[in-house]
């Protein structure tokens, strides 16, 4: 069965750091593209960023560039995301998700249950 | 930046009903459009790829339509388990630019 399980979120203050970490099962994970998708309580869905197959090439949306950096190992089946000077408008929900093939930029299914980060003071 | 619209925000229809769901996008995507179903409290599933394509293990009561900028999502039967919002997503642009639209929740009436 395929499984994506994030963890790490938490509350941090605004300006402060987090890292997440999805960790994968079920499927060979450097066949494949990963994004990170994020939902704010009660709103919709927003990209974040995704990753090819060797982390060759990354994408960020405009709203997190330059603050946040995607990664992953594929030794150990888990993607990461590097978040940096947080701010009270990513206070959300952060799913990883994966990609039908072993870039990004496409649909996403499955969808892990997702890790909440609260950015409060 | 291309935009996705979906209409309407939200719908209450009976069970057995004919339900449609637009997504518009501001520019002609081809066939690059994906949408899923979120039940509450559940994550996000996917239901359809490129406008039209059912995705494997889900009810055929379920269709998508449309090419360029104009999409639809059909629930041919409303049944009470399709209480959930359904968002569009465009991908697949140069560079990847993944967008979702606002979602439309659908309840029973």
């Known amino acids: 069965e395929v499984q994506l399980v994030e963890s790490g979120g938490g509350v941090v203050r605004p300006g402060g750091s987090l890292r997440l970490s999805c960790a994968a099962s079920?499927?060979?994970?450097?066949?494949?593209?990963m994004s990170w998708v994020r939902q704010a309580p009660g709103k919709g869905l927003e990209w974040v960023s995704g990753i090819n197959w060797n982390g060759g090439s990354t994408g960020y949306a405009d709203s997190v560039k330059g603050r946040f950096t995607i990664s992953r190992d594929n030794a150990k089946n888990s993607l990461y995301l590097q978040m940096n000077s947080l701010r009270a408008e990513d206070t959300a929900l952060y799913h990883c998700?994966?990609?039908?093939?072993?870039?990004?930029?496409?649909?996403?299914?499955?969808w892990g249950q997702g890790t909440l980060v609260t950015v409060s003071s | 930046d291309i935009q996705m619209t979906q209409s309407p925000s939200s719908l209450s229809a009976s069970v057995g009903d004919r339900v449609t769901i637009t997504c518009r996008a501001s520019q002609g995507i081809s066939n690059y459009l994906a949408w899923y179903q979120q039940k509450p409290g559940k994550v996000p599933k996917l239901l359809i790829y490129?406008?039209?394509t059912l995705q494997s293990g889900v009810p055929s009561r379920f269709s998508g339509s449309g090419s360029g900028t104009d999409f639809t999502l059909t629930i041919s039967s409303l049944q009470p388990e399709d209480v959930a919002t359904y968002y569009c997503?465009?991908?697949?642009?140069?560079?990847?630019?993944?967008?979702f639209g606002g979602g439309t929740k659908v309840e029973i009436k």
């Open positions: 998700a994966r990609d039908p093939g072993s870039y990004w930029g496409n649909w996403f299914d499955p």
């Open positions: 997503q465009k991908y697949n642009s140069a560079p990847p630019s993944l967008t």
């Open positions: 079920g499927f060979t994970f450097d066949d494949y593209g």
């Open positions: 490129a406008a039209s």
